[in-house]
């Protein structure tokens, strides 16, 4: 089929439109706000049952670690659909490696569909053990972050330390396929608490991979005020060194948050094509992308979020903050998509992603 030549001008202004209308919107209520990142849980199914993985929670994911995801022509359906608005995209689990079609989907994403960025965050376990049977996803991403912390340290001695033993080879594999490897690290409340925990963490991992983003472990509810403000001082370090702008409020300040929350920017699609609205303080299964747009199904929701039910978590802080940065925000853009052409070592380059793309497994 031949391609029609105006289609890349339509997608360039279609992308150009839904930007310039996101500054405006994170300014404005009133204007709608189209989603520019999308995470899309392709399975639910892994090879691990961390202690905090909240897929063992029924009220998120009702069939636990069983569910295989959707076939592979109607997981492309969902990644068209997410594309009338998206312009980042991270694919996640589960374990999106054990996705049958992972390699397929993203070469998708990336040459049929165009997505400025397309990431994956992994627990590594199968990647690093055999990299060169991952030639083709590599080829189809920019960016890949291995989640790795204190908890899975202790939980997984063995398996840990064999992904410990594979990461050079698979950072060589990174730099060849030019594609960034970063760390994800989900920091409990105690560790919060204890920064020197993580850091000492961190830094085991740190010659392998360009940042490390420290993300407080998910919970429904508010986290407290002093652990926010430790993993932010953790990520300047770690992660967003580049970001001085924000910082939290002295005190707790519920209208704060509100005001800084805008959980449309970034959407979550579950393992049956579904879109997470709003959050994981409020969230249920708005309808599927198959068959719906993200607008119809925003939009149908009758109530609209942020509201006076939330408690202000705080977690859109980094993205929306961004957004109303103008100088910043072009920047991390124009980084990102300089990305895929950097190799993924530390003393090349820092990636400044984690920040916008945030919250993983």
Known sequence: MRANPTEPILRFARDVRNLVQAFVAVRSKRVYMPSLFGHYTVNSVCNLRCSYCYVGQPEIFPQGFANPGLPLNRAKQVLSKLRQECLFLRFLGGEPTLYQGIAELARYA?????????????NGLLLARHPERYASLLEALDHITISIDRTRLDQYPREMARLE?????????????RVALTGNYTATWDELAHPEWIERAVERFSPYFASTYIMPVRLAGK????????????NRRH????????????TEEVQWYREHCDPKLKIKIDADGCLVYPCENHSYAAGSLESHTIRELWL????????ESCMGCGKQR??????KHLGASLGIVRHIRRVG???????????KLSELEGDSH
């Open 239 to 250: 992660s967003v060194s580049g970001w001085e702008g924000f910082g939290y409020p002295e």
């Open 223 to 234: 986290t407290p005020l002093p652990l926010l403000k430790n993993s932010l001082a953790l």
């Open 300 to 307: 149908g929701q009758p109530v609209q979020y942020p509201n």
């Open 318 to 323: 980094f993205r929306s903050h961004a957004m």
């Open 165 to 177: 033993r594979s990461l050079p080879v698979l950072l060589e594999h990174c730099r060849r396929h």
């Open 110 to 122: 990336k040459e049929d569909l165009h997505y400025w960025h397309t990431s994956l965050i992994t």
């Open 341 to 351: 052409a950097s190799a993924s070592a530390r003393h090349v380059h820092r990636v």
